[in-house]
């Protein structure tokens, strides 16, 4: 059981806003953590795992208290926790093998052994990040979080960086690496699908308040459509490049409903006859 009721004053695009979160989950559980960008979903993996320190409140973790405001605030090496990063975060100078060691708690080369098995990257241990693919280096970035046998894993938008048809392969891994290690499980996703596919429960952030928290199947927003909010690099009659966040990728066979100018904020819509279309934000 987690139990956090805490809260923390963040800067917004629209000023100040206070981002209050109080909720319970479950051992096992799979969250998502949706909502546009700037409501505090990152914030709320960071200070969960001890990167950012809220400003009052509690966060405990099945019988030890992670965080109680004036008196406890544990350091993120004391806090059981994995956290995959949008951008990877894997040290260049070390090998995968040597990203997977310094990950654990102790030394135990059957595990390592076990994780490079079980995401196939056992023939390229030797190899550094930079001569890894973006799914190479997602799935190693997954693994290593897993070293130190978190009793949490935190994910944010941890498949932002790669390709439609890797997202899709990603999911299956990341759905494979909780049913294996069953480990509770917070991941940030803007995307509808990979809400639908991975988790059993969705918070749904709003201005730094919790709109909705309950099962995936009770989240009204994801029995219509799909929806990617995104900024437009290029575009042409069948295909437009998109950036969301710092990733950028390319959708093809798209129906573009609208005038678009490189730079326009535009809504990625697929239906559930996974027809896609691309509307020009108000």
């Known amino acids: 059981m987690i139990r956090l009721d805490i809260s923390k004053q963040l800067e917004s695009s629209d000023g100040k806003m206070t981002l209050h979160i109080n909720t319970s989950i479950q051992e096992g559980d799979f969250i998502m953590i949706y909502g ?3 409501v505090g979903k990152t914030s709320l993996l960071r200070m969960i795992s001890g ?3 809220p400003d009052k409140g509690s966060i405990h973790v099945k019988d030890e208290i992670w965080f109680l405001h004036q008196q406890i605030n544990l350091s993120p090496q004391k806090r059981k926790v994995g956290f995959v990063f949008q ?7 070390m090998t995968v093998r ?3 060691e310094f990950a654990m708690r102790n030394n135990d080369e059957a595990l390592v052994d076990e994780l490079l098995e079980f995401s196939e990257l056992q023939n390229l241990q030797q190899r550094f990040p930079h001569q890894l693919s973006g799914g190479q280096k997602q799935r190693l970035a997954l693994i290593r979080a897993l070293a130190g046998k978190p009793q949490i ?5 941890p498949l932002s960086a790669v390709d439609y048809e890797m997202r899709k392969k990603l999911r299956s891994y990341i759905q494979k690496i909780h049913k294996k290690y069953h480990i509770t499980t917070i991941m940030v996703s803007h995307d509808h699908e990979e809400i ?13 308040k919790i709109e909705f928290d309950g099962l995936v199947g009770e989240f009204d927003e994801l029995k219509t459509a799909n929806r990617l909010f995104a900024r437009v690099i290029s575009f ?5 490049t998109v950036k969301i ?3 950028t990728f390319t959708i093809e066979n798209i129906e573009i409903n609208q005038p678009l100018q490189v730079n326009d904020e535009v809504l990625i819509v697929t239906d559930l006859n996974n027809k896609t279309s691309v509307i020009l934000s108000s």
């Open 153 to 157: 894993l935190l994910l944010d938008e």
């Open 51 to 53: 990167l950012m320190q």
């Open 87 to 93: 951008d990877y975060a894997l040290f260049p100078n």
């Open 245 to 247: 966040g710092e990733s």
């Open 98 to 100: 040597g990203n997977i």
């Open 236 to 240: 042409n009659e069948n295909a437009i």
């Open 36 to 38: 546009e960008s700037g």
């Open 196 to 208: 639908r596919d991975l988790g059993n429960r969705v918070i749904h952030l709003k201005k730094g």
